[in-house]
Structure formats: C-alpha cells, structure tokens
C-alpha cells in the first residue's frame, strides 16, 4: 500500500480491510469465512454452528502483523458475538491449523472453498457473515493508460461490477451486505480479513 502512495506501484493486489480512505479500491472476489471442524464432531450435524458453541474453542493462526487491521477487525467482531478466542500459536501453515483440527484441539476459520484434508468439514456460523475481500488498489490520481483496462478485465474474470464511470463510489450498506461492493474508500465497509495463501484448489487465487 505504501508503495502504491509513493508512486512506486502503480496497483497491487490485497486483502481488506485496509485503513486508508485515499485510494481507489476495486474489489475483485469475496468469499464467506467458515467453521473448520472434524466430521464426527456433534456440531457437524448442524446447518449453521451457534455462535455459544465457539466461546473458547476457536483458535485465530493468523500472524498479527502481517495485517494488523484485519487482525483487530476479526477479534473485534469475536467480542462482539461473546466469542473469547482460544489461545493458540500463530502459524501460516494451512496444513498445520487442519491438523490441529483433526486432532481434535479446535476449531477454525477457513475460507469456504478451501480444500480441507480428509475427515474435515466446514459449515457456516449463525447469525454472521464475514468475509474475506481480494481487491486490486490504486491511487486515485494515476493515470497510466492500461490501468482502467486492467482494472475492466479483472473485474470481469471474477464477474464483480466495474465502477469505471464512478471510481470513488462508496458501496452502500445494502450492497456491502448482497455481498457484491464495486469500490470501498472506508474501513467501516471492508469486510475482509487475511492475506491469501496458495491455493491450487480455487479458481484465479493469487
């Protein structure tokens, strides 16, 4: 992101939220946060996990740093939900946090198309919809020639609406919420949460 203001990037791929209200934000793919869990697990049995059965059973792996504002945004809608998160070692390894899993010695968020090992399964939770938001970032005064049409065909290889004739909309709560923003300037309206890891089981992952 800071490149990105420094003029040194002219774009660059990320993960939301980001704290920054300056820049022209496209969002290219959403996808829901599920519950990672064993499939002989009682709460496998259920379409959606109640959010009582979590309290001090969901470990959050993610580095702080990496993304501090995704980090204090997840836990502050933990707080909000009565969640206190199990305390745990952070890890980028998805194969470690499944493993731990498996044994049985918690839970976890995972993205909903992630490829899980075997014996594992995801399910929503009631009552919430977090997200994690892959957008492309630019400054809003760039004016390299193939930048709109990079941004054009992004947008449709992951079949999200282009604002090219509104750059800096802000997507309103109705949108945010039918799960389809076109550009977001505010913290408040960013949903997502960690960085992407390699994923050869989802299409166009980065």
């Not at 390894?93 to 909903?112: A, F, I, N, P, T």
């Not at 004016?143 to 090219?164: G, S």
């Not at 076109?182 to 960013?190: D, F, R, T």
Request: charged share 25%; proline share 6%; net charge neutral.
């Amino acid at each position: 992101m800071q490149r990105v203001e420094e003029h040194r990037l002219d774009a660059a791929l990320l993960t939301l939220p980001i704290d920054h209200d300056d820049l022209q934000i496209q969002v290219l793919e959403r996808e829901p946060l599920r519950l990672c869990m064993r499939q002989d697990d009682p709460l496998a049995e259920m379409n959606e996990v109640p959010v009582a059965a979590l309290d001090g059973k969901l470990s959050l792996f993610a580095y702080p740093r990496h993304h501090p504002v995704a980090h204090a945004w997840l836990k502050e809608e933990l707080s909000k939900k009565g969640i206190t998160p199990r305390q745990s070692s952070s890890t980028l390894k998805m194969e470690h946090v499944q493993w731990l899993v498996q044994e049985g010695l918690c839970y976890s968020l995972v993205r909903e198309k992630r490829r899980l090992l075997s014996g594992l399964v995801a399910h929503p939770i009631a009552g919430v919809d977090w997200m994690i938001d892959s957008a492309l970032i630019s400054r809003k005064d760039n004016r390299h020639p193939a930048l709109p049409l990079l941004i054009r065909d992004l947008a449709e290889q992951f079949d999200q609406p282009h604002a090219a004739e509104n750059p800096c909309a802000r997507s309103s709560s109705s949108v945010r919420k039918a799960a389809s923003p076109v550009v977001a300037h505010s913290l408040g309206v960013q949903l997502g949460l960690f960085a992407r890891e390699e994923s050869t089981g989802n299409r166009g992952h980065r």
